[in-house]
């Protein structure tokens, strides 16, 4: 017995299309509403706006990089890290030392 897969064709919406949906999601409505009006998942909508606001890349699922940080700004940042994960170790060890009973 062979079970045949039943193959839903991917709609492609145009970019024009996903744009007048962010915009009516951003006048107020709620995207529960406008799927289901239009017979969209949420979830597409949802990708759509995340792609609006620049939070994704549009050419592709994964987050967008994070705002660009010279060099030098980063190795600050992870010294500043390294500094702050220290007190923590430390601030841990004396909470132990200090809590236990005598």
């Keep these: 017995m062979q079970h045949k897969k039943s193959q839903k064709s991917r709609r492609k919406y145009d970019v024009s299309f996903k744009q007048e949906v962010v915009s009516i ?3 107020g409505r709620s995207v529960a509403d406008i799927a289901h009006s239009l017979d ?3 979830n ?11 939070l994704t890349n549009v ?3 994964e987050p967008a990089p994070p705002s660009q940080v ?3 700004e980063h190795l600050a940042l992870q010294k500043q890290l390294r500094e702050l994960e220290m007190e923590r170790d430390i601030l841990k060890k004396a909470l ?7």
């Excluded at 597409?44 to 620049?54: D, F, K, P, S, T």
């Design 59 to 61: 050419a592709s699922s």
């Design 40 to 42: 969209i998942g949420e």
């Design 96 to 102: 132990g030392i200090f809590s236990r009973s005598q």
């Design 25 to 27: 999601i951003a006048a």
């Design 44 to 54: 597409i909508i949802y990708r759509w706006r995340r792609q609006a606001l620049g």
């Design 70 to 72: 010279s060099l030098s």
